[in-house]
């Protein structure tokens, strides 16, 4: 992982009407279901809510994710995200 922090240096979020998404800088897949991906990115911890979600594409290597579905937001937390607080930040 050390190896991707140095290769990757911007982060990149393309949305495509709301119902297809690319993010590059992607470090790794903490959690996703159909209403929530949880991602941990070069640029700090990132919440993508909406519904019918789906990860298509992961290539790690690359760090780039891409995404399907209705996609209603987007939000960062902090860089390195620990689960426990993402949770407790999605039902609050």
Avoid: A, C, W
Wanted: proline content about 2%.
């Amino acid at each position: 992982m050390t190896e991707n922090k140095i290769r990757f240096k911007n982060q990149n979020i393309m949305v495509e009407d709301r119902d297809k998404m690319t993010v590059t800088g992607v470090e790794q897949v903490e959690s996703f279901n159909d209403n929530t991906i949880i991602l941990t990115t070069i640029k700090g911890g990132m919440i993508i809510k909406g519904e019918g979600l789906n990860i298509s594409k992961l290539n790690l290597d690359d760090g780039g994710v891409k995404i399907d579905g209705r996609i209603n937001g987007l939000h960062y937390t902090d860089k390195d995200p620990n689960p426990k607080n993402i949770m407790s930040k999605l039902f609050k």
